[in-house]
């Protein structure tokens, strides 16, 4: 009689240690006229560490957050403002800037996450919204102008290149973790609440206090994210710019496209809407116009709304079943 | 008397509606019950008020001489519920449904993933497996719950429930949908859960199902008790009669 | 001082009470929450600025609000129709997505300068030792009169009717010959219509960039939340309050007065969930 086992650690690890070899070696192949790919390649890797926090969230336990970019947010000034403002030396500020995003994640978890439905996704678009407000309004935020001169995190030296791996080294911790998460009964836990609440409930879980631990977690990562951001990918100068609303839609824009349940699409998704960003810039620079973001938002709104409508859950599963249908 | 479970005085009013009003019986451990009643008598919210669904409007529920406060406390006690529209995880497997139930949800262990811990799943999962086979489900622990025929979803949230290893268990129209066979069966697996040692309380309009299996019946009508004791006795009660069929006589 | 503060409040309240019905026209017929409700309002505005230079000054208010209109149609059409399915997290996103474009479109269009109205009559008068414009009183009267024909609108015109009715049930009103996709085209062309009439009202007073329509949306949303989501009359009444209780957080801290709003909202959500007012 055979078994159903837990999965072992050699196929755990399967995919992880692909993705090391990915990391080390393609990185390496950006050379020369590609090297500008590098930048793009950590701000991937930033947004993969939000996406893959937001999708344990929404993807798995099913609770919609359109406010995302605050708790990136957070991170980032937490660690900034921290540094600047009361001149914390580096890796205090960036505890700083992680404790604060989480701890905020947790009064705000505990406050709203009894709401469900599109009530929790107003109520978390509206705390993000408020975070940015509040921070282009600060004085030692430096308001709508910024931060300059930020310490940087160094990793063998400055160049783009150990960036990269910084920062990829980390979202493959993350991706550790979220695996080992998701493959045990807490990520049962988190299914089963976004199957059934009250059933859930009647099997033992503690449906709140589940939901108000994920979203923690999603928060301290994108906190996280965001102290890369400010130490790592733009220490010379940091702006509230990437705070938005939109930010935060992009961001469950990402997790839909890469199939919501889904560790793997996590990072596909960040990397679809690096390269579509790249692919847009490039053909506004082609096109040689001036307007050029003005455009970029344009398409990406347009992208954006497409998505959603061809979504239900997401386009790779969507596409998916397109390709069911044609061969049946 | 016992103290196994108690419902003295139960009440339970939505607004204006008495859903529930002044029920009281009670439950020895081991025995095999089961509350019926024309629709609209207040079944379900009896069970909802003993699995700690919603508090009582007045009186009280207790199992083991304690209150019950909400589901993940009467879960603890041991008290485990079926549904009456089944209620599973659709998009999990048959064997990861009834592993939900089996604890150990923390994160800091999950994410360390110790050895240990890999054992100790590989343990649940193998029990989770002996209580797929005692319900006959075990072909199906690898596939989807949405999956599988109707029938097998029902025995699936019995699994489910039994993987809690209860003391008592609330089944709540556990044949609705099922056709003769499978209702057949139903009463068997019934009886050897409760061979278990298990106490069963079930809710049930299959009339031939409820007489056939259980020790005594408690009838609600409108909310209130109007009868109880053994089937026998309960059919030939006139009260009963005349709130199913309007006449005294069955 | 507090008549300063009721005055400014119920002035600058009328927007957003405006755009609140706006947002309820539309939840009301289709079910769904329009994030981009302020992009019909600065529509509007600017189109309208924009024919005032072609145009003598009532046509080029006409033709405002007909842009805002027409681009509320639109939006319909092209974003909201192929999804009506979709959960409401989904629609959300799709009207989130149409802020975006419409925004980025209106920039291309008519660049990054802010547009202005001149006022339709110069002038002020005061009132309990405050000085209101013209304009301002025009504003809270031309609302006022919205108001009173959409409800008119809606309780005595057959097609006022089938949306509410596309409302409460959409099978039933397919199943009595209502077309439910005319209906949401003409909830949103209506809402985006007095959203643009909203518009062209406030710019003289406050000058109108591409950018501007999203704070005036959301605060519009957060009107619509703080009376009741779906309830016309508390919305009115929520951005009147709104209004003044921005108004009043300015005597301590203009900074802050743009989250007041939302914060509103977040708390309703925890503590009342249907609103001050009920149905």
Known sequence: MKFPQPISYTRLYRGPMILLLAIIVLPLLARGQYSYLLPLAQLCGIWAIVVLGLTLLMGFTGQVSLGHAGWFALGAYGAGVASSAYHVSLWPAMFIGIAAGGLLAFI???????????????????????????????????????????????????????????????????????????????????????????????LGISVFSVKVKVFVASGILASLAGVLYAFVYTPSYLGPEPFTLIFSVLLVTMVVIGGMGNIWGALAGAAVLTGMNEVIRLVGERLGSTQMSKYEELISGLILVLIMIFSNDGLIPGLRRIFQRKRS | MTDFLIVENAGKHFGGLR?????????????????????????????????????????????????????????????????????????????????????????????????????????????????????????????????????????????????????????????????????????????????????????????????????????????????????????????????????PTC | MLALVIINGVIIGSIYALISLGFNIIYNTTGVLNFAQGEFVMIGAISASWASAHFSLPIALLIGALTAGAVGVLVDVLAIRPARKASAVTHIIITIGASIIIRSAASLIWGTEPYQLPPLKEGSISIAGVGIDFQQLILIGVAAVCMLLLSLFFRYTTAGRAMKACASNSEAARLCGVSVGRMSAMAFGL???????????????????????????????????????????????????LGVLEQYSCLHSSMYKDTIALAVVVVILLLRPRGLLKR
């Open chain 1, 108 to 202: 705000a978890g505990v406050s709203i996450l009894r709401l469900k439905g599109h009530h929790l996704a107003l109520a978390t678009l509206c705390i993000g919204v408020i975070i940015y407000e509040v921070i282009t309004k600060m004085e030692i935020t430096g308001g709508a102008a910024g931060l300059n001169d930020l310490p940087q995190l160094h990793f063998f030296g400055d160049s783009d290149l150990s960036k990269v791996y910084l920062i990829w080294f980390i979202v493959l911790l993350v991706m550790i973790w979220a695996t080992h998460l998701t493959e045990s009964p807490a990520g049962r836990a988190l299914r089963a609440i976004h199957g059934d609440e009250d059933a859930a409930e009647s």
């Open chain 2, 19 to 247: 859903a529930v009003d002044d029920v009281s019986f009670s439950l020895e451990e081991g025995s095999l019950s089961a509350v019926i009643g024309p629709n609209g008598a207040g079944k379900t919210t009896m069970f909802n008020l003993i699995a700690g669904v919603f508090p009582l409007t007045s009186g009280h529920v207790r199992f083991l001489r304690k209150t019950i406060r909400n589901p993940n406390g009467a879960c603890r006690m041991g008290i485990a519920r079926t549904f009456q529209n089944v209620r599973l995880f659709k998009d999990m497997t048959v064997l990861d449904n009834v592993l939900v139930g089996m604890g150990d949800t923390g994160f800091l262990k999950a994410s360390v993933r110790l050895p240990k811990f890999v054992d100790a799943e590989r343990l649940r999962m193998k029990r989770a497996y002996y209580v797929l086979e005692e319900v006959g489900l075990e072909k199906f622990a690898n596939t989807r719950a949405a999956d599988i025929p109707f029938g097998h979803q029902r025995l699936l949230e019995i699994a489910r429930s039994l993987a809690l290893k209860p003391r008592i268990l609330l089944l709540d129209e556990p044949a609705a949908g099922l056709n003769r066979t499978e209702t057949t069966s139903l009463a068997g697996l019934i009886r050897k859960i409760r061979g278990q040692g298990i106490t069963i309380l079930l809710v049930e309009h299959d009339m031939h199902l409820v007489m056939n299996l259980v020790d005594r019946v408690i009838v609600l009508d409108q909310g209130k008790k109007i009868a109880e004791g053994t089937p026998a006795e309960v059919r030939a009660n006139p009260r009963v009669c005349e709130a199913y069929l309007g006449t």
């Open chain 3, 191 to 241: 809402s985006a219509f007095v959203g643009g009439i909203g518009g062209i009202m406030v710019t003289p007073m406050i000058s109108m960039s591409y950018a501007s329509g999203t704070s005036l949306g959301l605060k519009g949303f957060a009107a619509a939340i703080l009376g009741g989501i779906g309830n016309p009359v508390g919305g009115v009444i929520g951005g009147l309050l």
